[in-house]
């Protein structure tokens, strides 16, 4: 037989326990709270609810990002063709340097586009390595040049092309940075792979703009 004490100390052993059981299940509850959801290169985050943040595996990618990387492909392409033009035509010893950093991260970077768009099935642009021209293709990228800027960056030598080429690169490199913006503002850009491609591509084009206008800064002291 238990005694009434004995009863007393177990009924408060197995409340105890209960207690104790309760306030686990609270804790192991995490509190909610905002989260901060980046927003497009250059522009300030969002601020979203627990609850409205979402699981990394409701980010697939859009039309928007697939008109995007078929694009940036024809982009880079262009990119490519005005490189192959420094040799022979700068006396610049900072162009060809330069020249060869673009060279290297675009093809990369196309590289980069071309596996994207046929892990997903979808159609690869028939570009060249840049060397060729992309007749035909459609309509021009953001800031890509027309054939009549192209022949004139072709024409020109020494200085003349050094600025030209500089002057033409940066107005190109604009354009990529118009269509990143475009790819969010039309809600692409939230899949995993192209927003972390979209947001190095943003800041490497930017990083370049900065040094081809201390570049063309330089030149104009030079002259002066």
Same mark, same amino acid.
Request: net charge negative.
């Given at each position: 037989?238990?005694?009434?004490?004995?009863?007393? %100390?177990?009924?408060? #052993?197995? #409340?105890? &326990?209960?207690?104790?059981?309760?306030?686990?299940?609270?804790?192991?509850?995490?509190?909610?709270?905002?989260?901060?959801?980046?927003?497009?290169?250059? %522009?300030?985050?969002?601020?979203?609810?627990?609850?409205?943040?979402?699981?990394?595996?409701?980010?697939? @990618?859009?039309?928007?990002?697939?008109?995007?990387?078929?694009?940036?492909?024809? !982009? !880079?392409?262009?990119?490519? /063709?005005?490189?192959?033009?420094?040799?022979?035509?700068?006396?610049?010893?900072? #162009?060809?340097?330069?020249?060869?950093? *673009?060279?290297?991260?675009?093809?990369?970077? *196309?590289?980069?586009? =071309?596996?994207?768009? /046929?892990?997903?099935?979808?159609? =690869?642009?028939?570009?060249?390595?840049?060397?060729?021209?992309? !007749?035909?293709?459609?309509?021009?990228?953001?800031?890509?040049?027309?054939?009549?800027?192209?022949?004139?960056?072709?024409? &020109?030598?020494?200085?003349?092309?050094?600025?030209?080429? @500089?002057? @033409?690169?940066?107005?190109?490199?604009?354009?990529?940075?118009?269509?990143?913006?475009?790819?969010?503002?039309?809600?692409?850009?939230?899949?995993?792979? *192209?927003?972390?491609?979209?947001? !190095?591509?943003?800041?490497?084009? /930017? *990083?370049?703009?900065?040094?081809? /206008?201390?570049?063309?800064?330089?030149?104009?002291?030079?002259?002066?």
């Amino acid at each position: 037989m238990i005694s009434s004490t004995s009863l007393r %100390q177990l009924v408060a #052993l197995v #409340l105890a &326990a209960a207690a104790i059981g309760a306030c686990t299940a609270e804790t192991a509850e995490a509190p909610k709270v905002n989260v901060v959801q980046p927003g497009a290169p250059g %522009q300030g985050g969002k601020v979203l609810s627990a609850d409205e943040v979402p699981r990394a595996d409701d980010r697939d @990618y859009t039309d928007a990002d697939v008109r995007f990387m078929q694009g940036m492909i024809r !982009h !880079h392409s262009q990119a490519l /063709r005005m490189t192959a033009l420094v040799a022979g035509r700068s006396q610049s010893k900072d #162009l060809p340097r330069f020249a060869k950093r *673009i060279e290297i991260s675009q093809q990369d970077e *196309i590289d980069q586009m =071309v596996r994207w768009l /046929r892990a997903r099935l979808k159609e =690869v642009p028939s570009v060249g390595s840049g060397a060729g021209h992309d !007749h035909g293709a459609g309509a021009l990228m953001p800031g890509m040049l027309t054939e009549e800027q192209f022949a004139e960056l072709e024409r &020109a030598e020494g200085e003349q092309f050094d600025r030209l080429f @500089y002057t @033409y690169m940066i107005q190109h490199h604009m354009g990529a940075l118009s269509m990143v913006e475009g790819l969010f503002d039309d809600g692409g850009g939230q899949e995993a792979e *192209i927003n972390q491609f979209v947001t !190095h591509v943003d800041a490497d084009q /930017r *990083i370049e703009i900065d040094r081809m /206008r201390a570049l063309l800064a330089a030149m104009d002291a030079t002259d002066g």
